[in-house]
């Protein structure tokens, strides 16, 4: 039978503190929860405070902060390891486990979720919250089983195509990276460069400068806004949200009516107000590969920066093109990730950007690196652009799929 009721009239919010346990386990984060083997190894006495979270065997954990539907079924593998406090762990008598797994994936829930979740520094949902989640879904258990079954095989299906889409975009961003590693820091060297030593790059052409990037750029904060200061009218800001999205990622200019839009009020605050060839960097990721994400404004049009993200400014004449492409290489980026802080989220903060060391040529060097760049990369950008478009199509899917079966739109015959 269908019914739409209160889901945590079916669940329990389990609270089980760590028990006590001889050698290593690894700690999950939800930052580290995309690649779990690469979490951290700690002992019971080392292990972060908020390393809390030990689930069971069948029960379900998901991510308490907002906008994100990272879950996972408990199973003989992942019992092994130790979770963070950012993680609620459920199970329930009455919901057939991997059926859970669904409910929780659905999109109904999360858009409950997001909708409850409250906060500044981190929006997420509370435990009282939690329980005023009431969706529609399948109360037989057998029917549950049947559902879950064949959601597994039609997403276990679609998730091999995401994957291999996945592969093939890490194989184009490596050329990518290739070629602005060769044409900035290897192609232009010559008998009398310099070398430098530092822990990112051996050596530079001569009559090239290495700068803290604090004497390149004036860095500020964006607005402190929060999601009940969005509107449908205004003008568009770039938070942090946005630029660890694909689609605003390096260039959001092409794409800024999709922007969140504020009142024209925020205009007041000028030092939030993104010029042509400014750079917006995130100050906050959930992962190390997130720190370095940042994206830079290419046009006039206006815009805002938002929250959780900090804004670089040129405090001198510069062909910002090159210095996009050097901060999309792993060799700059090497300096972010060998700097950032935190345990639950990495913390980018203004010290650490304004610290790190950035490739100065000349102006004109600039432009025509950036020209030889802009002609290297558009064909491959432009196959990543493709290939994101086809995995949020598949992942759109995927959501459908979840929805209609666990709401009981659709039957499994």
Known sequence: MVETRRICLDLTINSRPI???????????TGDSDDMESGEV?????????????????DVIFAKMANTDKTFLIDEDLVKNIYSTGFFDVSS???YPKFLYYVIKSDEFNGYKNAYSEGTTQVSISDKRLRNIKITYETDVNKQKNIADFLDFRIGQIDKLILCLKNQITEITAIIDSLINEEIYHKHLREDCLYVNKDWLGKINKSWEIKKFKYLFTISKG?????SDLTLEGIPVISYGQTHNQKFLYNFSNNINDLPKVPETYLQFKKCIIKKGDFIFVDTSEDIKGSTDFSMHSTDDICLAGYHSLLAKPRSNIDSRFFMYQFRSSMWAHQIKARVEGVKVYSITQRILSNVEVVVPTIEEQKNIADTLDRLIAKYDYLIKIKNKKIDELENLKKSLIYEYVSGEKEVL
């Not at 028990?19 to 984060?29: A, L, M, Q, T």
């Not at 607005?223 to 999601?227: E, M």
């Open 19 to 29: 028990n006590k346990f001889d050698g290593k386990r690894i700690y999950v984060s």
């Open 42 to 58: 700690v002992g019971y006495y080392s292990r972060p405070s908020r390393a809390n979270v030990q689930p069971k065997i069948n």
């Open 93 to 95: 008598k009455r919901i």
């Open 223 to 227: 607005l402190d806004i929060t999601k």
